[in-house]
């Protein structure tokens, strides 16, 4: 069974930056497309990128696009999401996600905080 572990949550003030990091155990890492999601206190859940098994054409929602950079290291079972120019509008909860089925986000890790300060 897929385990996801998220890290590198915390606090920065507007305009800093920090990379998240979803640590894959259990599974075949590189068969998986992957995701990050994120939710705010009193808002759904969102969908802010994606990346497939290859790589290659990620997927960004457009409140992330041109700030959020998603990457993946097979090697290491590992998805980042390299997060910059953060605004406080950002602050949420943010979760990896794995599609081991070829057809939805199925396998969830138990999410980061992320605080950003104005």
């Known amino acids: 069974q897929v385990q996801l572990v998220e890290s590198g949550g915390g606090l920065v003030q507007a305009g800093g930056s920090l990379r998240l990091s979803c640590a894959a155990s259990?599974?075949?890492?590189?068969?998986?497309?992957m995701g990050w999601f994120r939710q705010a206190p009193g808002k759904e859940r969102e969908y802010i990128a994606g990346?497939?098994?290859?790589?290659?054409?990620?997927y960004y929602a457009d409140s992330v696009k041109g700030r959020f950079t998603i990457s993946r290291d097979n090697a290491k079972n590992t998805v980042y999401l390299h997060m910059n120019n953060l605004r406080p509008e950002d602050t949420a909860v943010y979760y990896c996600?794995?599609?081991?089925?070829?057809?939805?986000?199925?396998?969830w890790g138990q999410g980061t905080q992320v605080t950003v300060s104005s």
């Open positions: 259990g599974g075949t890492f590189s068969l998986y497309a």
């Open positions: 990346i497939g098994v290859s790589g290659t054409n990620p």
């Open positions: 996600a794995a599609d081991t089925d070829g057809a939805v986000f199925d396998t």
